[in-house]
């Protein structure tokens, strides 16, 4: 009951874009306050699941990602709804949920104190070298000129570069506002860029009313969109899982992660971007596996992975449970309780997304006349709502004409969002490595899993690096 | 003349029968941190009872952003009527105004103190893979290796980084720091060894430290925790005059009416000694504790004279 509850209420507050995860977590943790715990925490983990998936649907409805890590979910659900797909994109979307929800519960139960280990060998300079990895990754995400990408990139990184200097404390690009100070908040940068971006195109495009169909049968993924999408939902699942147990990389980085992951092992890379199932498969697989995955440094270690879990073990304490590694040995009934909530919210997550899936599709039929308003109204509140604050609708709105032109001009409004999530981590990790290391570069490289990422990202800027060297020999010597 | 004597009159008298009544409509807590923090949560406790009390909902609405800055000016710039106040730590009324330059509001004149909700002490801890276990090795091995220490904090010129930074001046030990984004990473950081130190609440602390997973060095309140009756107090450990801590208290708007205040003081007061309120607080490793407008004025000024001085004499800047 309370999970049924739990997931309907989270889809309705995720599907508000800006409403992401955390801040919907957090506005219903009264509501269980009255609840005895073990309802109240199944309760919340159902609604958890709930606005991972609510975020989803505005992603691939209207290009507006509901939440951080449905961002890259835009890239390819929305270019599928263009295509008259929205409901085999979200019902992919769901399945591979549900099955990256379930096999991480599995693995949570089984494998926690092992991974709880390798959580905690990810030091500042692993956390580097990931975020480095990430970084170089981008072009994947950047559509058909690599050049643009990187551009799009360095815009992104410059944009990361706002707020206080971590160390120094130094202001940078602040200009005084002190809203400017923790830095660009990359939601509403992402809700302009992506969702105002498109109604402003469009406007401009008489677009042609997009087919819809409503039938359940066609708008469930047909047996060869689950043949193309099975292995991207193995693979998201895997990585979402080992990304998400790091702390501080969270379902945000894995959909990313996963997505350019999923293009480079393609046969078929150059469908990517244009609404191929498994950009939309892999990602979605991925942010729930990681969120799942995110409950692992909670429970085994007490310390929460990620911003909603930070919530969650707020509610913990409401109820008088101590967070700390202590947890699971003093209360066992009510940490299998989590672990058996989390495992009933996937199932009734696939039970009542399968179920609206024809009504939220329907909604695409809403002229777009009215539709086009309708999503500047979403955005609007959606930035607001983040922060109750003004100055995130007018960054929005500026995102909006920036993402205009990005769109007209080629540029890849995804590989700015990734640079903007990717950055600030990738600086703090860089420069608290240097302190620690006492300025040596070193200490990227004499760690194992360091240096192995630190490889891995070298080789994926030289590779095709060394490519674009050889065409260029050949093309002299011929 | 007699005009203005009635006028003054009437006014003294609607403002105390405004008193009486009052609140009849919502009033709203601003919290200038995100949901879920400690903070949010004391805020949110003490909110749920004078709900209960008052018979008129208390909403907290989270306003975060700048380290406590734009929900802090929200507050600054509403109405005085007692319908909006604001929840504040210690970074917000004696921190920031040393911290940061240019605050878009007065800190000295935009608030009228009402209550102290409740004391957060802060717990030294080391990893377990670092040598010393105790304050006094500490200091000995520090002094033998300057700047080869490592000390986490929560965040360039938070509290806790400001606790260290005054644990460093009265032991004459030099560290070095290593700023994180929040004190979860922070913590993690110091269990697995990357880090050697850290102060962090006794909340945040006291699970790791009973589970031999962090050593408990010293406790920075003057008072031991229940929450760990073994760690000695700084100053039992021979560390004299570092302690520090943050807590959790309610303002107004400055021009909010005296007689308002004092209700609310008297009924936050009554609040944070209920025993349900009591015991969530100490479950979040607070220490319970209302105050009067004068008190709570006077800790405001007490801890920004010794963070200000620090933050000049270390040449801090915020993150």
Known sequence: MMAVAGVLVGMLIGALPGVGPPS???????????????????????????????????????????????????????????????????????????????????????????????????????TFALMLLGLTTVTMLAGED????????????????????????????????????????????????????????????????????????????????WAQSKWAIARGTVLGFLVGVLPGAGPTVASFLSYTVEKKVSRTPERFGKGAIEGV?????????????????????????????AIMLGGLMMWGLRPGPLLFEKNPQFVWGLIASQYIANVMLLVASTALIPLFVRALRIPYSILMPLIILFCVTGAYSLKNNLFDVGQMLVF?????????????????????????????????????????????????????????????????????????FSRSSS | MIKIVIAAVLFAATTIVVAQTYPTKPVTFIVPFPPGGGTDISARTVAAKLTQKWGQSVIAENRAGAAGILGA????????????????NVGITSINPTLYPKLPYDPDKAFAPISLLCELPFVLMASPSFKPNSVKELVAFAKANPDKVTFASSGQGGSPHLTAEIFQLATGTRLTHVPYKGGGPAM?????????????????????????????????????????????????????????GSWIALLAPAATPAAIIDKVAADVKEAVSAPDVREKLIAQ???????????????????????????????????
Not at chain 1, 100 to 108: I, N, Q, S
Not at chain 2, 202 to 228: C, D, Q, Y
Request: aromatic share 6%; net charge neutral.
């Open chain 2, 73 to 88: 000016d929200a507050a600054a710039k509403a109405r005085p009527d007692g319908y909006t106040l604001l929840i504040v």
């Open chain 2, 188 to 244: 993690t950081d110091l269990m697995a060894g990357h880090v050697d130190l850290l102060f962090a609440s006794v909340l945040e602390g006291s699970g790791h430290i009973k589970a031999g997973k962090l050593k408990g060095l010293a406790v920075t309140h003057a008072k031991r925790s229940p929450a760990l009756p073994d760690v000695p107090t700084l100053a039992e450990a021979g560390v004299k005059d570092a302690e520090s």
């Open chain 1, 281 to 309: 498969a892999a990602p979605e697989s991925a942010n729930n596996a990681a969120a799942t995955a995110a409950m692992v440094p909670m429970l085994t270690l007490g310390i929460p992975g990620s911003a909603t879990t």
């Open chain 1, 24 to 126: 919907g977590v957090a506005l219903l943790l009264p509501l269980t306050f009255g609840m005895e715990p073990t309802s109240g925490i199944i309760m919340l983990a159902a609604m958890y699941a709930g606005t991972m998936y609510g975020g989803t649907i505005t992603s691939v409805l209207i290009n507006t990602p509901g939440e951080s890590a449905s961002v890259v979910t835009c890239l390819d659900g929305y270019q599928m709804a263009l295509q008259g797909r929205a409901g085999p994109a979200l019902g992919i979307a769901a399945i591979g949920s549900f099955i990256a929800g379930t096999v991480g519960v599995v693995l949570l139960m089984l494998v926690s104190p092992a991974l709880a280990r390798w959580a905690l060998s990810f030091g500042p300079p692993e």
């Open chain 2, 285 to 319: 490793g607070a220490v319970p504790q209302a105050s009067t407008p004068k008190e709570l004025q006077a800790l405001i000024d007490k801890d920004r004279g010794r963070y200000g001085r620090i933050i000049r004499e270390k040449g801090l800047k915020p993150e």
């Open chain 1, 146 to 225: 690599p050049l643009k990408g990187y551009i799009s990139m360095v815009l992104g990184l410059m944009l990361a570069m706002v707020g206080f200097d971590i160390i120094s404390g130094d202001a940078r690009y602040g200009f005084g506002v002190p809203e400017l100070m923790d830095g660009i908040d990359f939601l509403p940068v992402a809700i302009g860029l992506f969702g105002l971006g498109e109604v402003l195109a469009g406007a401009e495009e008489k677009t042609a009313q997009m087919k819809i169909s409503v039938r359940l049968r066609e708008v469930l993924p047909s047996l060869a969109d």
């Open chain 1, 400 to 472: 909006g004409v920036v993402g205009y032109f990005m769109k007209k001009l080629g540029y890849s409004p995804a590989a700015l969002v990734l640079a903007l999530v990717l950055g600030p981590l990738a600086e703090r990790a860089l420069r608290q490595s240097l302190i620690i290391s006492d300025a040596g570069v070193g200490i990227f490289f004499t760690r194992p899993i360091s240096a192995v990422l630190m490889v891995l990202a070298l080789a994926a800027i030289a590779v095709p690096l060394a490519k674009w060297g050889r065409t260029l």
